[in-house]
């Protein structure tokens, strides 16, 4: 029986020491904004904006929001985060992904100033987490590593396995596990006999938005398994990339779907928000 990486609770930690953070803040006169940009209707995207949303009230977080129909330009959208990187009262600007299929992303992340850049995307700060010097940590590896300190699971010397390699999620996680002394594997849909190197992972990190992906029989025993998925399954219920009922009696620690890693993502967005208004104001 693996022990449950309770995100829900972990993540609670962490909401009420920002909350503190935000409260000590508003008393040296430095009250703290997040701006959220969502472009179109999605349904995924509006439930992700509208829980970030309430995590930032709950936290005393002010948070405005940019809700621009789905035929906005490219030109409009970067109008708005040109604005919004001048605005003083916003700390953190983020906007939701994935925009429109006609709006580059890559251009809207790029347009983001750095200082506010509370998702950690641009390249500037991607750079930063590549040499080790940053302020702000991509929002889901990020809550993962608090996760595994919180639990007190040593990653030092550790064969780590990521499955997937994404910008947001993949490749960062990585380089997380890679500074904290982890041996690290990256695996993708190119990845020649992927249970091989799953079998060999004392962490497992699935980031690969296929229901089910990892059965029981690609698991070590004793694995500490991170689920970052959140995909839906044949009956349309909120599932991850593990098989859960397989491979929680294999494990030694878990993350549940959903109460695990998604939890600690909102709670990041936070703590890199605070972090940002205090850079913006001289306070770190
Ligand atoms: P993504 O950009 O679609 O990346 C998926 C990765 O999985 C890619 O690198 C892909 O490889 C790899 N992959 C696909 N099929 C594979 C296979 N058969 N074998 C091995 N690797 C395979 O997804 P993402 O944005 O990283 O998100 C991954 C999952 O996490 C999704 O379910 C998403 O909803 C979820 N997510 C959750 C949170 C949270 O807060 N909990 C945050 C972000 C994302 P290639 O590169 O070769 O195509």
């Not at 992700?48 to 930032?56: E, I, M, Q, R, S």
């Not at 035929?71 to 990187?85: I, K, S, W, Y």
């Not at 347009?111 to 998702?119: G, S």
């Amino acid at each position: 029986m693996a022990k449950i990486l309770d995100g829900k609770a972990v993540s609670a930690h962490v909401r009420e020491q920002v909350k503190a953070e935000v409260e000590a803040l508003a008393k040296q006169g430095v009250p703290v904004g997040l701006a959220v940009i969502i472009v179109g209707d999605d349904p995924a995207s509006r439930t992700y904006v509208n829980n970030k949303k309430k995590a930032c009230a709950a936290a005393g977080i002010r948070s405005e929001e940019y809700a621009l129909p789905a035929e906005t330009t490219q030109e409009e959208l970067l109008a708005l985060v040109e604005t919004l990187n001048k605005k003083p009262a916003v700390n953190g600007i983020l906007c939701q992904l994935p925009l429109p299929a006609h709006l580059d992303e890559k251009a809207v992340i790029a347009a983001i100033a750095p200082e506010k850049d509370v998702d950690a995307f641009h390249a500037v700060n991607v750079g930063h987490i590549m040499i080790g010097d940053y302020a702000f940590l991509p929002c889901t590896p990020a809550g993962i590593m608090e996760m595994l300190r919180y639990y007190d699971i040593d990653i030092a010397g550790k064969n780590c396995v990521v499955i997937g390699r994404s910008n947001i999620v993949g490749k960062p996680m990585a380089m997380l596990l890679l500074q904290q002394n982890g041996t690290v594997t990256i695996c993708h849909s190119k990845t020649r006999d992927l249970a091989a190197h799953t079998r060999n992972a004392d962490i497992l990190v699935a980031a690969v938005g296929i229901p089910h992906f990892v059965t029981a029989d690609m698991v070590k025993a004793g694995a500490v398994v991170i689920d970052v998925g959140m995909d839906r399954d044949e009956n349309g219920k909120l599932c991850g990339d593990v098989d859960f009922a397989g491979v929680e009696p294999k494990a030694s620690y878990i993350t549940p779907v959903p109460g695990g890693v998604g939890p600690m993502t909102i709670a990041t967005l936070l703590k890199n928000t605070v972090t940002a208004a205090k850079q913006q104001n001289g306070l770190l």
